[in-house]
């Protein structure tokens, strides 16, 4: 990849380390693990998620208010009201908060409210927004499109790289395949890849991979084992009632469960988990109805 100036790894042992808050960073010893729903869809919702998950522990909360849907008559998200809810949690809970833009107009707001930046797969070869996003002094996690060469997807990185901003996270979620049973086929090579090609952070979404939430755990562990530097894993109150994706998201407490269940897989590659050291609000959390 000669066109990969910024992006190639120069030196075999140096790697990137980015800081997603002032207490969590990604590319170093510690796995970052981030959980949380598809869709922002209330308060009480994403209160349940980050009081859950802050004992797992999980070092970022996920949730989507732009959704970019097959169908125009999906639910698209709450938008700006999402927005809010999600300030409102990185704040009472002293933690990073991850979400998607999918347009140059929403970037402003977006950087405003939340901690990491996403791009979806549908959106890896948006270049205007990439390039958008170069001028942007946040993290940007950039997630691999539905059948984009890894060429492809470390030259998107390029873009935002080469216009300013070197905070990029590469996000593998699953390339599109003829099989139906999985929604996507994790292509756990291509991490390992990226990681002998590129110094930057890569993290692996088994979700949007499997597309099953019994599949989930085991392709988690899998990423970790073969180096992934994080994990954005879908999970929700009540996954049967989720307004998007709700076959993938597992329960709050089978996250707390793969969490855990990931230790020792983590030790076995030199790896760990940082436990969350922010103190919780003194405040009685709703029940998510």
Known sequence: MKDAKLTAKTQQQTRSQIALSDTVTIGGRDLVIV??????????QMEAVAEALAVAPVQGIRGGVYKPRTSPYAFQGMGQEGLEILDTIRRRYQVPVVTEVMAIAQIEAVAAHA?????GSRNMQ????????GTVDKPVILKRGLAATLEEFVMAAEYILSHGNSQVILCERGIR????????VLDLGAVVALKQITHLPVMVDPSHAAGKRELVADLARGAVACGAD???IECHPEPEKSVSDARQALSLED???LVHS??????AVGRGIAAV???QPSLTIPQYV
């Open 35 to 44: 959980g949380g729903p598809c869709a922002v869809e209330s308060l009480a």
């Open 115 to 119: 901690d990491v930046l996403q791009i």
């Open 126 to 133: 948006n270049f205007d927004l990439l390039k958008a996003l």
């Open 177 to 184: 395949s003829f099989d139906p049973y999985t929604r996507n």
């Open 230 to 232: 994080g994990l954005l």
């Open 255 to 257: 996250m707390v469960d």
């Open 262 to 267: 990931l230790r020792p897989v983590a030790a």
């Open 277 to 279: 050291t922010a103190s």
